[in-house]
Every structure is written in structure tokens, then in C-alpha cells.
């Protein structure tokens, strides 16, 4: 089951082309500054299962990419996995956290890990309001990276997508 705070059925700014975003319900990080303080509380939201959640997913026949956001997509880890595994192989999977990858990447959760290794994007780091700026694609300041998750996990440090479609800048 994944705690919902909500669904964006075709978001542009989650990502890339047009995304379905899944925000989980409860944050640990409350960053100040924050968009969405009513996905702190970890009892709010609604309960769903993973199976219901994908099908919802794939009503929308425009989207090819799905982004998992919140709240934190980690603190409910096991299920947003599970959802991964469902999705992983007709959609780009992409999640915020506001973790770092080596925060994450150093969790001896096993579902944690599990998550991580069925994503393609992770956009990392709290939000850090000093740090803020509207000209960063797809994120809200200065600190936060988009990580390209395979290659990161290969390399056992975090790689940066050079993407011009993640970025905004051309190679
Ligand atoms: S991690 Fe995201 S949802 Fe959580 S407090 Fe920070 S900005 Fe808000």
C-alpha cells in the first residue's frame, strides 16, 4: 500500500514530456519554504494499493513517464518499489527526495536500495530556500541535483544526467 496525498494525471513540470505524478503522503525533511506542507503528516492521505495505482496510471495513454514526489517517495520506500516494478517497464521512472543520493545510497534498507535500483532519475536534496531560483528545470533550488540512477549505482557515487531534456542545456 502507498499512502497518497495525491495524483497529477499529466504534469510538465515533474519531469520531462508528460508525466503522471504520484505524491506520497508524509515527509520527515519539512524544509522551509516548502510547496506542499500538507504532505507532511505521515497518518494523512489515502491508502492505495500498488496494482489500483498502476492501472490508474495507465489510463493515460499521452504520458510516458512517471514521477514519484510527495512528501517523501523514501519513507514509504517498499511500496513506491513495488509501484516501480509494475511501471518500470513502459514508463521513465523519476523521483524527488529530499535525501541525498548518499544519504540514500548509504541506508542498509533493503527496500531503500530496491527502490533506487528501479529508477532511472533521481532529483535529490532538501529544498533550501537560500538557495532558491525559477530558472532550475524541474527543481526548486540551487543544491538539488538530477542524478542518473544506473550510472550512479555503477559507479558507487552520485553521476549527474547530462541530458538536454533533463537539463535544459544542450551537450
Ligand atoms: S522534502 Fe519536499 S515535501 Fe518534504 S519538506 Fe522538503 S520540499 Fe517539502
Known amino acids: 500500500m502507498i499512502r497518497l496525498a495525491g495524483i497529477a494525471d499529466d504534469s510538465i ?3 520531462p514530456g508528460i508525466r503522471v505524478t504520484v505524491f506520497g503522503q508524509g515527509c520527515p525533511h519539512h524544509c522551509p519554504g516548502c510547496q506542499n506542507p500538507e504532505t507532511w503528516a505521515f ?3 489515502l491508502e492505495t494499493e500498488e496494482e489500483a495505482l498502476a492501472d490508474r496510471i495507465r489510463q493515460n495513454p499521452l504520458a510516458k513517464g512517471v514521477t514519484f514526489s510527495g512528501g517523501e517517495p ?3 520506500a517498499a511500496g513506491f518499489a513495488r ?3 509494475l511501471l518500470r517497464a ?4 523519476a523521483a524527488y527526495t529530499g535525501y541525498t543520493f548518499e544519504q ?3 541506508m ?3 527496500a531503500v536500495k530496491k527502490l533506487l535500483s528501479l529508477l532511472d532519475i533521481l ?3 532538501p529544498f533550501v530556500e537560500a538557495e532558491r531560483s525559477l530558472s532550475l528545470r524541474f527543481r526548486g533550488s540551487r543544491n538539488q541535483r538530477i542524478i542518473d540512477l544506473p550510472k550512479s549505482l555503477a559507479a558507487g557515487r552520485a553521476v549527474e544526467c547530462t541530458a538536454e531534456r533533463w537539463t535544459g542545456i544542450e551537450n
Open 13 to 15: 513540470v515533474d519531469g
Open 74 to 76: 523514501f519513507a514509504q
Open 104 to 106: 540514500l545510497f548509504a
Open 90 to 93: 513502459d514508463y521513465e521512472l
Open 108 to 110: 542498509e534498507d533493503p
Open 83 to 85: 509501484l516501480a516494478e
Open 123 to 125: 532529483v535529490d536534496g
Open 43 to 45: 497518518e494523512g492521505g
